[in-house]
Nanobody, 124 residues
Framework: QVQLVESGGGLVQAGGSLRLSCAAS????????MGWFRQAPGKEREVVAA????????DYADSVKGRFTVSRDNAKNTVYLQMSSLKPEDTAGYYC?????????????????WGQGTQVTVSS
């Protein structure tokens, strides 16, 4: 099992920045790819960013490319999502995910492990 705990969400004005963190524990000694998803009220859960087990490969939703950056520090078992130039449409619950394979996926079904989420609210 892999346990995930997100932090760093909050309220920010449009154009501002936030950094989300996700601390992983449990069976993290093997290769673990990780991702960030978000879900706004009334909308489906969507991938935001994903990163391979060593961080050599990343992927982003078109809506966040150039604004968000995913990274990881395996020594700390932590993955980050740096969000800049935030827009009101980025408002959502953000979820950290993990799967015990090297390469990341982009679908919710690709990830068996999920954090409880952290809320990001961007005011206009």
């Amino acid at each position: 099992q892999v346990q995930l705990v997100e932090s760093g969400g909050g309220l920010v004005q449009a154009g501002g920045s936030l950094r989300l963190s996700c601390a992983a524990s449990g069976r993290t000694s093997s290769s673990v790819a990780m991702g960030w998803f978000r879900q706004a009220p009334g909308k489906e859960r969507e991938v935001v960013a994903a990163i391979s087990w060593r961080g050599g490969s990343t992927d982003y939703a078109d809506s966040v490319k150039g604004r968000f950056t995913v990274s990881r520090d395996n020594a700390k078992n932590t993955v980050y999502l740096q969000m800049s130039s935030l827009k009101p449409e980025d408002t959502a619950g953000y979820y950290c995910t993990a799967r015990r394979v090297r390469l990341m996926g982009v679908r919710p079904i690709d990830y068996p492990y999920w954090g409880q989420g952290t809320q990001v609210t961007v005011s206009s």
